[in-house]
């Protein structure tokens, strides 16, 4: 149920690019948090230099505005801090060697959702009445 929005440099990447981007952004959840692979929601959004603003020095940074990106994921609210330490470190380390970015180049927000917020299809809110399976 994870559902990522990359926004990334316009013309930066290739769609092979791209492809292992999203790749990697699913296997940090199979890894991570244990999802299953087919659990696979991803939009990638490319941004002119004048959409897509990144601070080149916050919190001692040194990022590229050529490379740098903004990750945002939507998670269930039930998964602890220790969890969305494991799934940032993830996302980090699999994007870094999927498109060749710098580590400081990723900045990521993790936001936590009701599972009872999540329709799959149908109209219909499937984890409304049950435990999350993973």
């Keep these: 149920m994870p559902v990522f929005k990359a926004h990334i440099p316009a013309g930066r990447f290739s769609s092979e690019q791209k492809r292992a981007l999203a790749d990697a952004l699913n296997q940090s959840l ?3 948090l244990g999802i299953p692979e087919g659990d696979r929601f991803i939009i990638l959004s490319e ?3 004048d959409e897509l603003f990144l601070d080149p020095t916050f919190m001692d940074m040194q990022r590229d505005p050529a490379n740098a ?4 994921v939507l998670v269930g609210a039930h998964r602890p801090v220790d969890e969305k330490r494991e799934l940032a470190a993830a996302i980090n380390r699999l994007v870094v060697a999927a498109v060749d970015v710098s ?3 990723i900045f990521i927000a993790i936001i936590p959702v009701p599972n009872e917020n999540f329709s799959f299809g149908k109209g219909e809110l499937q984890l409304a009445d049950s435990t999350p399976r993973w």
Excluded: A, K, N
């Excluded at 990106?69 to 945002?72: F, K, R």
């Design 30 to 32: 199979v890894q991570s």
């Design 47 to 49: 941004h002119g230099p």
């Design 69 to 72: 990106m903004i990750i945002s």
């Design 103 to 105: 580590p400081d180049d």
